[in-house]
């Protein structure tokens, strides 16, 4: 039945051509359950976004009010679910609504989205978060960038971190190890081989039985090679920030002894730019320290504010959802600004006890911003790990309720300049 709100399904072949239903509507996932969207949880495909299919996962629909395996409408032998990958910017309202037969692996790490089909566009189940300019895939994978590359490669031979990033930019594709050869904007700067947390959606170490698309740096930078890099990206970088703690690696804190010396002769030669740290801050000691020595800014990764979930997927060791209160009370007595990078999934995220928790969480600690970052995992490997249940509010009101209940939060997905 479709009424004037409804979505139609869309599904791939297994030539991998998406093709809509003419009488199957859309449903989405939100958690465990299988949903329809609702219109102001979907916009038009945007700019940058990408399709794909997924090869052995049936898609499903609603068809005449019952919710079924998707049949090809075009003598498809075995339709396949259709999901979008979004751009920085975009937070993923519901997943796609599949079934997952016998036997069948884990979905790769990726933040799939569902999509329909609707006034002859494909719509996508999200909401714009944030500014779209800097992160928009137009910007990135230009033919021009091996050239780069390969003029900073010579203007630094001996610095390993640049081998490590021309790796990340052409084998990842990941943005900020680009940006330090585009020199713009938010640079990675990887330095820590280590980490003392086994979160289950890690991107640079497997700790589940999903392996992880990237590989984690296997050596341990000198200061120098640090400060050199930091150095020539905010002396010509616009709007330059540098940031440690990449997906490439595991958590700088546990390194601040050198990070400390880098930045404190970082800011010896320069006061451009923004210094920024992305960690779990649960050791507290290395935030101190790096605080210390003259960070600006540091995101703290979070699942959960509720501490049985915060501690069943990231499997923290030797600290305490409490020490990383800790870590961020230190760090805005310091006058850092501190962002939260929450990893957002629908039907978790925006449980009324995790909104609860989460406003308690930053109101107590001070936090200055929420970055929405959509948590690249397979729901039902999730919630193996994570306890279902509770009333889900959707996340168009987790950011309303936010928004009505932290006036003066800025709500995001991505880290802005201090300076």
């Excluded at 700019?47 to 019952?66: C, F, K, T």
């Excluded at 009370?329 to 989460?358: C, H, M, W």
Aim: aromatic share 8%; charged share 20%; with cysteine.
């Amino acid at each position: 039945m479709k009424g004037k709100n409804a979505f139609l399904a869309l599904y791939a072949n297994e030539k991998g051509e998406v093709l809509e239903h003419p009488r199957v509507n859309m449903l989405g996932r939100s958690g465990m359950d299988w949903v329809e969207p609702e219109r102001e949880e979907m916009m038009p495909l945007p700019r940058g976004a990408s399709l794909v299919s997924v090869h052995g996962y049936i898609p499903i629909g609603l068809d005449e009010n019952q919710i079924r395996p998707i049949k090809s409408a075009y003598k498809c032998q075995e339709p396949q679910i259709v999901a979008a990958l979004l751009p920085q910017g975009f937070t993923r309202t519901l997943l796609p609504a599949y079934v997952t037969p016998k036997n069948q692996s884990e979905l790769p790490l990726q933040g799939y989205a569902a999509v329909g089909f609707k006034n002859e566009k494909i719509w996508v189940a999200a909401i714009q978060s944030d500014e779209h300019r800097k992160w928009h895939p137009l910007y990135y994978n230009t033919e021009g960038l091996p050239g780069r590359i390969n003029r900073m490669l010579k203007k630094y031979p001996d610095n390993r971190i640049l081998r490590q990033l021309a790796k990340c930019s052409l084998q990842y594709s990941c943005y900020t190890a680009q940006n330090i050869f585009y020199g713009r904007w938010e640079g990675g700067i990887p330095t820590t081989t280590g980490c003392n947390a086994g979160c289950i959606g890690c991107i640079s170490e497997s700790h589940i039985a999903v392996d992880s698309p990237q590989q984690r740096l296997d050596f341990q930078p000198s200061v120098h090679e640090i400060s050199e890099l930091g150095l020539e990206h905010l002396a010509h970088a616009r709007e330059g920030i540098i940031s440690f703690g990449q997906g490439c690696e595991g958590d700088p804190s546990l390194n601040a002894d050198v990070l400390a010396q880098a930045i404190v002769k970082i800011r010896q030669h320069s006061n451009r730019g923004t210094i920024n740290i992305n960690s779990n801050a649960g050791y507290t000691a290395g935030i101190k320290q790096l605080c210390d020595a003259g960070l600006d800014a540091i995101r703290v990764t979070i699942f959960s504010c509720n501490k049985d979930h915060y501690n069943s997927y990231h499997r923290p060791r030797n600290y305490s959802l409490e020490d990383v209160g800790r870590s961020i009370q230190y760090a805005k007595e310091f006058g850092l600004r501190v962002s939260l990078n929450l990893l957002t999934f629908p039907g978790f995220t925006d449980r009324e006890e995790e909104i609860e928790s989460l406003a308690a969480f930053v109101q107590n600690n001070g936090v200055d911003m929420i970055q929405l970052r959509n948590l690249n995992i397979d729901a039902d490997l999730l919630f193996r790990h994570i306890p279902t249940g509770g009333e889900v509010l959707g996340i168009n009101n987790l950011i309303l309720i936010l928004r009505q209940e932290l006036p003066g939060i800025k709500i995001g997905s991505y880290t802005h300049p201090v300076r």
